[in-house]
T-cell receptor, first 111, second 112 residues
Framework: GQQLNQSPQSMFIQEGEDVSMNCTSSSIFNTWLWYKQEPGEGPVLLIA?????ELTSNGRLTAQFGITRKDSFLNISASIPSDVGIYFCAGREIGANNLFFGTGTRLTVIP | DVKVTQSSRYLVKRTGEKVFLECVQDMDHENMFWYRQDPGLGLRLIYF???????EKGDIPEGYSVSREKKERFSLILESASTNQTSMYLC???????????FGSGTQLSVL
């Protein structure tokens, strides 16, 4: 199955800094989802996107569905220690049933 | 809130053993999924089910089977566990096919 390219693989940032990560695919997607996984837990849905160009916020998190429909971006503003975890993108190709997941971005926030 | 419950957080099994991983969801979702998570590889789909007694292979079904006898329960079976099946296993369910998956807390399986 397709694997999404997610970058960066890991990030170490100071508390208060902004964070950006992205996900790209080789084919056109009609759905992008962003999940966060905390240690010892399963992934939890943060944001869902369904239209090219769509920009959606959830508190300090903002995600965008890329105009080419082959990418998506997640930004976290003013990071705090509880933002620590692994962030996964997931997407679905047009005409496909299954979601594909990115390899994850491991975020560490230094107080 | 949707609750997806996996029966074990940690399991240690020996090579060749038959292993059952159980998953139960309480929101009457039609769709259920089993993924495995490995460092650097993200989440990979093993099997999924869109209805009772229905199953479909995902991307990496080899060495696994599943059972969905009741709508709320989806079991993953390792017929003869091998060391390369040591992994974190995640169960998920959804109301609409492949959108907004809700995940369980995972089962960390070690095969020795």
């Amino acid at each position: 199955g397709q694997q999404l390219n997610q970058s960066p693989q890991s990030m170490f940032i100071q508390e208060g800094e902004d964070v950006s990560m992205n996900c790209t695919s080789s084919s056109i997607f009609n759905t992008w989802l962003w999940y966060k996984q905390e240690p010892g837990e399963g992934p939890v849905l943060l944001i869902a996107l369904y239209k090219a160009g769509e920009l959606t916020s959830n508190g300090r998190l903002t995600a965008q569905f890329g105009i080419t429909r082959k990418d998506s971006f997640l930004n976290i503003s003013a990071s705090i220690p509880s933002d620590v975890g692994i962030y996964f993108c997931a997407g679905r190709e047009i005409g496909a049933n299954n979601l594909f997941f990115g390899t994850g971005t491991r975020l560490t926030v230094i107080p | 809130d949707v609750k997806v419950t996996q029966s074990s957080r940690y399991l240690v099994k020996r090579t060749g053993e038959k292993v059952f991983l159980e998953c139960v969801q309480d929101m009457d979702h039609e769709n259920m999924f089993w993924y495995r998570q490995d460092p650097g590889l993200g989440l990979r789909l093993i099997y999924f089910s869109y209805d009772v007694k229905m199953k479909e292979k995902g991307d990496i079904p080899e060495g696994y089977s599943v059972s969905r006898e009741k709508k709320e329960r989806f079991s993953l079976i390792l017929e003869s566990a091998s060391t390369n099946q040591t992994s974190m296993y995640l169960c998920a369910s959804s109301f609409i096919q492949n959108e907004k998956l809700f995940f369980g807390s995972g089962t960390q399986l070690s095969v020795l």
